[in-house]
């Protein structure tokens, strides 16, 4: 099996900043590509960042230059530096990973959200 874990959210003053990390453990061949997502209360889920396996970022328009994605490719594990959150930040976030398994399947994994509250 696979999994996602992610650590780092919390409550932060608007302008301040959070890292948030998620790591996939378990039995995993080959990441294609990892990414945040984020839902707001009564929402729909959005794209926040991408970055493919070869190191390659993609950002949703709003987020551009505030937010950075980053990768540990030997520990599985991919970053979301928010810098200048904005209230309209909050939002549960979600890491994503489509991978192949080590049985040569390909699959799409989330992890359980951690939730980023941007207030003062």
């Known amino acids: 099996q696979v999994q996602l874990v992610e650590f780092g959210g919390g409550l932060v003053q608007p302008g301040g900043s959070l890292r948030l990390s998620c790591a996939a453990s378990g039995r995993i061949f080959s990441i294609h590509a990892m990414a945040w997502y984020r839902q707001a209360p009564g929402k729909q889920r959005e794209l926040v960042a991408t970055i493919l396996h070869n190191g390659s970022t993609r950002y949703a328009d709003s987020m551009q230059g505030r937010f950075t994605i980053s990768r540990d490719p030997a520990k599985n594990t991919v970053f979301l530096q928010m810098n200048n959150l904005k209230p309209e930040d909050t939002a549960v976030y979600y890491c994503?990973?489509?991978?192949?398994?080590?049985?040569?399947?390909?699959?799409?994994?989330w992890g359980q959200g951690t939730q980023v509250t941007v207030s003062s």
């Open positions: 994503n990973a489509d991978l192949t398994d080590s049985d040569f399947k390909f699959n799409v994994y």
